[in-house]
Each structure stands twice: as structure tokens, then as C-alpha cells.
């Protein structure tokens, strides 16, 4: 296998494993403020309890996340110095703004978690609305960076080279706020469904824990509240791809020749050599009416783009089509606690609604893993689109194979030792019931 595979698996392992922890420390923090908040409405123990939890469980992930971020800033310089050498001065700026959030997250946390009895109740709490907001703007950072190797704007090339830079226009490109949309409702989600089946897990044990039955509470409501706001925002991203990067939309949907009138393909097995996607269930017109509102509209398809400059149609719309799914189950178990919660029936009574919590914990993740496949494989061969191919970026230093095994190692280590450690955590028993907070 060729240095630029290892180099590509390398950094794509590296962005697998770090986004999980990146959604994390979006989300978490909410649920961590909510919490409190909770508490300082009703002073109720458990709602104090659970923030405190929920706290330690966030610095575990905000320091693997760490981690994992340096290791991805180094990879971008050593893996692809020719894309540095000619993005550094763009992208520049908001990876130096997600450092101010980063530091700022850093700090907040370390005053939330030490400031329990040495902070006012409410200067405590928004202590931590700071770690949720500066978490919510590194994601922005980061996001608006990637949107602007989807849809490079803000500078001029002559002969090759990048001049005349604006980097406010090149991080307010034409994809950024569709993707920093749809990035930042992921976290909510993935994380809301991720924390409600840990603890669907736990009351299917004990239905009456109220401990559980609080953090059920709160974390279905972050994810039932996001994930119909996630699936607009889709379909948002999904119009925007087609006017942006048409290549990537048919991908997505494995829509090989232009046509009006287009169906919406859902599955089946794309074949480049005939263009077809066989055994695909075909909605007829629907691709034309959910990009264009119109069932007669045009769809431009890859026939139209040289082969040489498809991305892998395969990965694409596999992908597309589990984000989709794992996005719709989610809907669908938001409706369902939602009617439950509507008809004030308690969520811990319903076993079947906790085992189908606890199975689609992952989904959140899934989608997003699938999600950043579709972005990023979308866009392939360019690293910059239309400006630069990925293979002219990617650093001549051979022998990559024996870094890409380290890091598998390394990720894999941690990956253990957060599982060990969260588990403990939520294995140590509740606090008593009539503990107060001293300030």
C-alpha cells in the first residue's frame, strides 16, 4: 500500500476518534449547566448530584479530547504540508480563535469543578454556561475551517499561489453556516441519545432510581428538542451541497445521469461502470422535489463531472443513507417519549422504550462519523475544492505505516481507559437524598 493511503487512514482514524470527543464537549457541558440549573430552580439534591457527575465525566472527555486535537494539529503539518504551506494563512485564523474557546473551556472548567463551595451558586453555574458556550464556539472554529476547504473563499489564486486573503470572508464562505448549523445540533443529539441510554441502561435495573430518572429526563429533552431542528438543518446542508459541490449531492444520492424529474434512491449498489444503483428503492421525482420544491426540477448528475474527479460513489451514498436512517430512528424515539411524556406517563415505566434507548445509544455518533465520511470523502480528490487535489498535498515522507499502527495503538488505549473510567464513575452510588449544597 502507497505512503498516501496511510497518510489519508491516518488522519482519518485520527478525526473518528477525536470528533466523538469533540461532540462530547459540546454537549456534555449543556447537560452539566442544565443540571445545575435544575438545582438552583428547585433545590433538589439530585439535580446537584447529577451535575457533579456529569462535571467529572466532562473533564475525563475534555482532556482525551485534548489529546486527540494536538495529535490532529501536528498530523495536519507533518501529513500535508503542501495544503499548509498554502491554506496556513487562511485557515490561520479560526484554528487561533478555537484556541482562545479551547483555553477559555480549559479555564472554566477547572473554576466549575474546584468552585463547588468557594463560588456563589449562581457565579458557580455560570461558570459552566461559559464551559458550554466556549465549547459550542470551538466547534464553530474548527467547523468553519473545513467549510472553507468545501467552498474556498476569501482570497485570489494567481498562478498557483494564494493572495489578496481576507479571512473573515474565508471563514463566512458559502458552506460555513450550514455546516456549523448541522455540526453543532449533531453534538446536542448524539450526545442527548448517548447520555439517555447510559441511563436507560441503569433503570432498567432499578425503575425506581431517581437519580436516573432525573438524567433520563433531561438528557431526552436536549436530544428530543435538537433532532427535528438536526433533520431541517439537513435538508438545508442537502440544498446547499447541490448548488456548491453538485458532484458531492449526486454522490450522496447516486445519481449518475442528469435528468428532470430525478428519483430519490434509497440503498441499493452503485455501479460506476454502468451508472446505475441496482436494487435501490426508487421514490419517483423525489429528488427533484426535496432540492428544488418542484417534482420536474433538473438534477445534475455525475455524468456531467470528469470520472477522474468523482469521489467514491459507494462510500458516499452508503453513508448518506445510514446518517439519514440513524437520524430518522432518532426522530422516531423522539416522538415516542415525546407522546409518552405529553400523556404524563413516566419514561422508567416502559421497558420497551428503555431497551430501544439503550440500543440506539450510538446512533448520534454513527451519524456523525457518516456525516463527516459524506464531507469529507465527498469531496475527494480535492483537499481545497476546485483549487487543490489531495494528492498534490500530502507529504513526500515515506514510511507512514509505522505511525499510522502507533496512533491505531495509542486511540485504542485511551479509548479503554475513558470507558473504564466513565463506567466507574456511574457505577459509584447516588449521593443521600437529603445532602445539601454548602456555599
Known sequence: MSDFFFARSQMAMSLAFHI?????????PLLMAFAEGMYLRTRHPVYLDLSKRWARGTAVLFAVGAVSGTVLSFELGLLWPSFMEKAGAIIG???????????????????????????????????????????????????TANAWMNAPAGFKAVDGK????????AMLNPASFHEVLHMTLAAFVATGFAVAAVHAFFLLRDRHSLL?????GIALAVASVSIPLQIASGDFSARAVGRLQPAKLAAMEAHYRTQTGAPLLIGGIPDDATRTADYALRIPRGLSLLLADDPNAKVVGLEEFLQSDWPNVRMVHWSFDIMVASGMTMLALAVWSGWLGWRRRPLAGHPWLLRTLVA?????????????????????????????????????????????????????????????????QFLAPPAPVSATRTT
Do not use: C, K
Open 360 to 424: 440506539a445509544g450510538p446512533l448520534g455518533f454513527v451519524a456523525i462519523e457518516t456525516g463527516w465520511v459524506v464531507t469529507e470523502v465527498g469531496r475527494q480528490p480535492w483537499i481545497i475544492y476546485g483549487v487543490m487535489r489531495t494528492v498534490a498535498a500530502v507529504t513526500p515522507m515515506p514510511g507512514l505505516v509505522v505511525p499510522f499502527v502507533a496512533f491505531t495503538v495509542l486511540y485504542v488505549f485511551l479509548a479503554f481507559v475513558v470507558f473504564f473510567v466513565l463506567r466507574r
Open 162 to 169: 494564494i493572495t489578496d486573503i481576507d479571512p473573515i470572508a
Open 93 to 143: 485564523m479560526p484554528f487561533s480563535l478555537e484556541g482562545f474557546a479551547f483555553f477559555t473551556e480549559a479555564i472554566f472548567i477547572g473554576v466549575y469543578l474546584y468552585g463547588w463551595n468557594r463560588l456563589s451558586p449562581f457565579l458557580h453555574w455560570l461558570s459552566g454556561v461559559v464551559v458550554a458556550v466556549s465549547g459550542i464556539f470551538s466547534g464553530i472554529f474548527v467547523v
Open 20 to 28: 466523538i470527543f469533540a461532540a462530547l464537549g459540546i454537549g456534555m
Open 212 to 216: 436516573h430518572r432525573s438524567a433520563l
